[in-house]
């Protein structure tokens, strides 16, 4: 069975944008380019028309998941989530316990991961670490680089 995935309304709305756009002008640019190499000649000697097939199977693939994604995509209401406590979709202030530095995260879907933005994937182990925290509490996270300490100093929508 497919796991659902929790989005933003934003973040959901792109998707179905980006489908729309696989499904018209992607395939219309694949159809040309397919014709294009049929028009070359023999086509069981024709590598071009072999790319471009290749390319229509690729392309209709990556429609497929994009499909089976937005089918368990669910929308998260915010206005009944608890604010007392991490959850995706929250932003958190913490502080680094080790030097001190303050940081500040969204924990959103995987997709919808950007660490310039400042938003992170739910199932990154920080944001592991984070989940069901209160302000004020303390984790110990186990990260690639060793175990960090953070304190949760704020926890906003």
């Known amino acids: 069975m497919a796991e659902i995935s929790y989005y933003t309304k934003e973040g959901l709305d792109k998707l179905k944008e980006e489908l729309q756009q696989l499904k018209t002008s992607g395939r219309a640019n694949i159809a040309k380019a397919i014709a294009e190499a049929r028009d070359k000649g ?8 072999d790319a471009a097939k290749e390319a229509q199977g690729l392309h ?9 994604t937005l089918s368990n995509a669910r929308i998260l209401d915010e206005s009944k989530m608890d604010t007392t406590k991490v959850l995706a979709l929250s932003k958190v202030k913490i502080k680094n316990m080790k030097n001190g530095a303050t940081m500040t995260y969204q924990l959103v879907s995987e997709s919808e991961a950007d660490l310039k933005a400042g938003k992170i994937s739910v199932s990154s182990p920080i944001a592991k670490g984070l989940l069901g925290k209160k302000v004020g509490e303390k984790t110990e996270i186990q990260v690639p680089a060793g175990k960090m300490e953070f304190e949760i100093l704020e926890i906003s929508r």
């Open 60 to 68: 209709e693939t990556k429609i497929a998941k994009l499909e089976e």
């Open 42 to 49: 023999d086509l069981s000697e024709n590598a071009e028309y």
